[in-house]
């Protein structure tokens, strides 16, 4: 760990070069290197909050209990800001465990571990949802993948329901360049279309404006995104059924203080995968468990 207060991080790095650093703020993954760390796998805002003042611009800021704007009212969720307070809680370090695999270098893993439950909120957050939870997110660099799975676990006497997102900032060279597969026939709600409904009826999605699609229910679990038709991420999905995929494009890009440069926007997508079509149920005691892994394809 280095840093204190609210900017603490967490770093690891394996024998071979790779490194994943975590932020207890949001247990934000600001970086993830790959290719013996030559390569930076994530995006991240040169004006991101890396402070605690406010989610983070990019890396994998995690979202729950809600996804996108709560309800207007009458929901458990009403009261908390667009995307929950996971992304801006300060969350507990764990622990770290390696596995060496002595047969294979390429083999070894580190496995961080990061945990929020309800006394870590903060007074707000806990008023606006005041249930009793539990939350274990574990992130394990490979060589060649990062994996991040959250543990969702209900404390408490009575059954809640949430979403969770992980809302993954993906670093490519040039968006023009950029297509998305595996959406193929998949109905999506287009955000930037007023919400309407869609199929994908083209076997690539390219980014040429603002993109805000929520893709439900997809039938096979990788999502794979490739640069001049060249394989880069497979987005592995885990228990979880959906993905959104987000550009804010010029204008939005521009819009927002803390998305550096203006021009970043050529330099990102956003892969999401999560749990956001309807509300997952969690009875008293029990647990779920979702997650990706992202494999860099480089
Ligand atoms: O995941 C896409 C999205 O829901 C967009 O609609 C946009 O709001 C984006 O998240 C960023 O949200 P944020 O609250 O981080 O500015």
Known sequence: ITGSGTSSKVTATLPSGESVEVLLYGATVISWKSNGGKAENLWLSEKAALDGSKAVRGGIPVVFPVFGPPPKSGH????????????????????????????????????????????????????AWPLDFGLVYSVTLSKDSLQTVMNVRNEGDHSFEFQMLLHTYLKVKDISKVSISGLLGVDYVDKVLNATTHKQSDASVTITGEVDRVYASIPQDTTTVLESGTPRFDVVRDNLQDTVVWNPWKEKAAAMGDFSPDIGFTEMVCVEVGAVNGWQKLDKGEVFEGGQTIKSLL
Request: hydrophobic share 35%; proline share 6%; no cysteine.
């Open 76 to 127: 458990p969720t009403s009261a908390l800001p667009q995307h929950g307070f996971a992304r801006t809680s300060r969350w507990e370090f764990l622990g770290k465990a390696t596995s060496e695999d002595a047969l294979d270098a390429a083999g070894s893993s580190v496995k961080l571990d990061f945990g929020l439950y309800s006394s870590n909120l903060s007074p707000e957050a806990r008023t």
